[in-house]
């Protein structure tokens, strides 16, 4: 089923580009107007955040309480534990709060992360034991532990205090920590709900600088909040949630920090992808930035994200860096064998509404990343599964961009066959024996028939209509200024109708460029398509041709030079 395109509708009558009129170009105006800015304060406050307008703190349940903890273990020199999860968002959360903790002088401050595959994901008990072995006396957890009633109750039997930090959804019932920090607790009414892990973490930062201002008894410095910005802007964007209110403040601030970090590891990555001497942009800390740490956790080869954290020695960092570039090279490579191998199985596969597939040639570490390819090509939900020699599978699984659909309820209709399972909406785990696999997807197969009787197209929602012409460095100047674009308030969405695509060449990894002008010939623009669908590449056969296409604006950068690109989320043969 071909996706329906349609503008963004405006959320008021009075809403026209006119109200938003101002020193930049007449489509920067119409973009926001779409958007629902109508007011010069709103516009204001979205392109000029301030750090002053912040949410206080101690609006979060359970932060007083924790502030006291806190305090309580520096004066009695306590031995704390900042315990993470191996994601981006958990290892950025402790980079933030250990380099803090450590600059306000805490002497003892130990970090620990479960090993993907080997612990999987959790506060686990078993590693509560081995931390009170080593003396420590205070946990705080970072984006993980509001549903681990185990590890906390076994805390509270060995006398170690939990100060529990996340930003998950809890269960029906909270495990009984010395306290919980979690603005999506139901009874917090701190209205932070959209941080993620690290976010949640940097205002336990923010709460305890200025504690250790008021209290007396307490040492004062001049240390600066904004040097952890960096480490949050990636836990941020790498953890898709919203860039809403504090969120946008913080991460149209921390781009800049990043971009002049100094922190050795940072920097020499930020080098070695050719990121530095200009200013970073949300989708170069999302798609080139962050990928390359995500594979350290992903594959388990020795270093891990945390390790290019916290490195302060340049040598090492360029060394390290090169580990992180080879780690990826072999993810890429294990992520194409697992893909050709995936479409291959596939062939035979008689569902229509969705996709599983299993083997034991696929590593953990990237089922997810299949899952995604997947969707993109077949345009159906995705099971991915990594079969391993205890019988028991491992997978991931994903929903096509767009789809209304929930992975988890779908997993709930198979819950009896399953022995783990849970996530998000359009991204999500689950755990099998391999035996069971064959009700698995029988119960899947019901679930999407179901859904099927009510079908509801795929529809994109663009924010504007343009021409090539209006597309240049002096709109990019002000396109880039009402960023940072992400998860709600995503990259705005420009439909060009009728332009002609003169060629197209296929690069590494099978995505395509084109060359497009526009009807009159008069303007022309470099595009990129990437992982084309079998639809797009079907739609391309007849180039030279005219299409309308939806696409997003981006700046190429190549050989010393800067140039306007378009990115092609979607075309149609103009007929």
């Given at each position: 089923?071909?996706?329906?395109?349609?503008?963004?509708?405006?959320?008021?009558?009075?809403?026209?580009?006119?109200?938003?009129?101002?020193?930049?170009?007449?489509?920067?105006?119409?973009?926001?107007?779409?958007?629902?800015?109508?007011?010069?304060?709103?516009?204001?406050?979205?392109?000029?955040?301030?750090?002053?307008?912040?949410?206080?703190?101690?609006?979060?349940?359970?932060?007083?309480?924790?502030?006291?903890?806190?305090?309580?273990?520096?004066?009695?020199?306590?031995?704390?534990?900042?315990?993470?999860?191996?994601?981006?968002?958990?290892?950025?959360?402790?980079?933030?709060?250990?380099?803090?903790?450590?600059?306000?002088?805490?002497?003892?401050?130990?970090?620990?992360?479960?090993?993907?595959?080997?612990?999987?994901?959790?506060?686990?008990?078993?590693?509560?034991?081995?931390?009170?072995?080593?003396?420590?006396?205070?946990?705080?957890?970072?984006?993980?532990?509001?549903?681990?009633?185990?590890?906390?109750?076994?805390?509270?039997?060995?006398?170690?205090d939990v100060i529990l930090t996340d930003h998950h959804l809890p269960a029906e019932t909270i495990p009984q920590a010395y306290v919980v920090v979690n603005p999506n607790q139901g009874d917090c009414s701190s209205g932070l709900g959209y941080l993620c892990g690290a976010g949640v973490a940097f205002y336990l930062l923010r709460g305890?600088?200025?504690?250790f201002q008021d209290h007396p008894q307490l040492p004062k410095n001049n240390w600066d909040l904004k040097e952890v910005l960096d480490y949050f802007v990636i836990g941020t964007l790498t953890d898709m949630v919203p860039l809403v209110e504090d969120n946008r403040v913080l991460v149209k601030h921390g781009l800049l920090k990043l971009?002049?970090?100094?922190?050795?590891?940072?920097?020499?990555?930020?080098?070695?992808?050719?990121?530095?001497?200009?200013?970073?942009?949300?989708?170069?800390?999302?798609?080139?930035?962050?990928?390359?740490?995500?594979?350290?956790?992903?594959?388990?080869?020795?270093?891990?994200?945390?390790?290019?954290?916290?490195?302060?020695?340049?040598?090492?960092?360029?060394?390290?860096?090169?580990?992180?570039?080879?780690?990826?090279?072999?993810?890429?490579?294990?992520?194409?064998?697992?893909?050709?191998?995936?479409?291959?199985?596939?062939?035979?596969?008689?569902?229509?509404?969705?996709?599983?597939?299993?083997?034991?040639?696929?590593?953990?570490?990237?089922?997810?990343?299949?899952?995604?390819?997947?969707?993109?090509?077949?345009?159906?939900?995705?099971?991915?599964?990594?079969?391993?020699?205890?019988?028991?599978?491992?997978?991931?699984?994903?929903?096509?961009?767009?789809?209304?659909?929930?992975?988890?309820?779908?997993?709930?209709?198979?819950?009896?066959?399953?022995?783990?399972?849970?996530?998000?909406?359009?991204?999500?785990?689950?755990?099998?024996?391999?035996?069971?696999?064959?009700?698995?997807?029988?119960?899947?197969?019901?679930?999407?028939?179901?859904?099927?009787?009510?079908?509801?197209?795929?529809?994109?929602?663009?924010?504007?209509?343009?021409?090539?012409?209006?597309?240049?460095?002096?709109?990019?100047?002000?396109?880039?200024?009402?960023?940072?674009?992400?998860?709600?308030?995503?990259?705005?969405?420009?439909?060009?109708?009728?332009?002609?695509?003169?060629?197209?060449?296929?690069?590494?990894?099978?995505?395509?460029?084109?060359?497009?002008?526009?009807?009159?010939?008069?303007?022309?623009?470099?595009?990129?398509?990437?992982?084309?669908?079998?639809?797009?590449?079907?739609?391309?056969?007849?180039?030279?041709?005219?299409?309308?296409?939806?696409?997003?604006?981006?700046?190429?950068?190549?050989?010393?030079?800067?140039?306007v690109q378009i990115l092609i989320r979607d075309l149609k043969a103009a007929t």
């Amino acid at each position: 089923m071909n996706p329906l395109w349609k503008p963004r509708e405006l959320l008021s009558e009075t809403m026209t580009p006119s109200n938003v009129e101002g020193q930049w170009p007449s489509l920067i105006g119409k973009i926001l107007a779409a958007r629902g800015f109508s007011e010069s304060k709103e516009v204001d406050k979205l392109l000029f955040p301030k750090l002053a307008d912040l949410k206080d703190p101690l609006s979060l349940k359970g932060m007083s309480q924790a502030l006291e903890r806190l305090g309580q273990a520096y004066l009695n020199n306590e031995k704390i534990c900042i315990y993470a999860d191996f994601d981006l968002d958990g290892t950025s959360g402790l980079a933030l709060l250990k380099t803090g903790l450590v600059a306000l002088g805490f002497p003892e401050v130990l970090h620990y992360q479960p090993k993907r595959l080997s612990e999987g994901y959790g506060f686990h008990a078993a590693a509560v034991e081995e931390l009170h072995k080593q003396g420590v006396t205070l946990i705080i957890t970072v984006d993980v532990g509001i549903t681990a009633h185990a590890a906390v109750d076994r805390a509270r039997e060995l006398g170690v205090d939990v100060i529990l930090t996340d930003h998950h959804l809890p269960a029906e019932t909270i495990p009984q920590a010395y306290v919980v920090v979690n603005p999506n607790q139901g009874d917090c009414s701190s209205g932070l709900g959209y941080l993620c892990g690290a976010g949640v973490a940097f205002y336990l930062l923010r709460g305890l600088k200025r504690y250790f201002q008021d209290h007396p008894q307490l040492p004062k410095n001049n240390w600066d909040l904004k040097e952890v910005l960096d480490y949050f802007v990636i836990g941020t964007l790498t953890d898709m949630v919203p860039l809403v209110e504090d969120n946008r403040v913080l991460v149209k601030h921390g781009l800049l920090k990043l971009a002049e970090t100094r922190r050795a590891g940072l920097r020499a990555l930020l080098e070695e992808l050719d990121l530095v001497g200009r200013p970073l942009t949300s989708q170069d800390v999302a798609i080139r930035f962050a990928p390359k740490l995500n594979a350290l956790s992903r594959m388990e080869s020795g270093v891990l994200p945390i390790d290019i954290f916290l490195l302060d020695d340049a040598a090492k960092a360029r060394s390290m860096v090169r580990e992180v570039m080879k780690n990826n090279s072999t993810r890429v490579q294990l992520q194409n064998d697992a893909e050709l191998e995936a479409q291959e199985i596939l062939k035979e596969w008689p569902h229509k509404d969705f996709v599983f597939v299993a083997s034991k040639s696929f590593h953990r570490g990237v089922v997810g990343l299949i899952a995604t390819k997947l969707t993109q090509v077949y345009n159906k939900p995705a099971f991915v599964g990594s079969l391993g020699d205890d019988g028991m599978i491992v997978g991931s699984a994903r929903l096509p961009q767009g789809q209304e659909a929930c992975l988890v309820q779908a997993m709930s209709s198979a819950q009896e066959v399953l022995s783990r399972f849970g996530g998000h909406s359009a991204a999500a785990g689950f755990e099998i024996a391999e035996s069971r696999v064959s009700t698995f997807i029988e119960k899947l197969a019901t679930h999407f028939a179901d859904l099927r009787e009510k079908p509801k197209p795929l529809e994109i929602f663009y924010d504007v209509e343009a021409t090539l012409s209006e597309v240049g460095a002096g709109l990019m100047k002000w396109y880039d200024f009402v960023g940072p674009f992400g998860t709600g308030f995503s990259i705005p969405l420009i439909h060009f109708s009728g332009v002609q695509v003169l060629s197209k060449r296929e690069l590494k990894g099978g995505h395509l460029r084109l060359k497009i002008v526009d009807s009159e010939g008069q303007c022309s623009s470099e595009a990129l398509l990437f992982t084309p669908t079998p639809r797009q590449l079907q739609t391309l056969e007849n180039v030279p041709g005219y299409y309308h296409i939806l696409g997003e604006l981006q700046w190429n950068y190549f050989a010393g030079q800067k140039t306007v690109q378009i990115l092609i989320r979607d075309l149609k043969a103009a007929t």
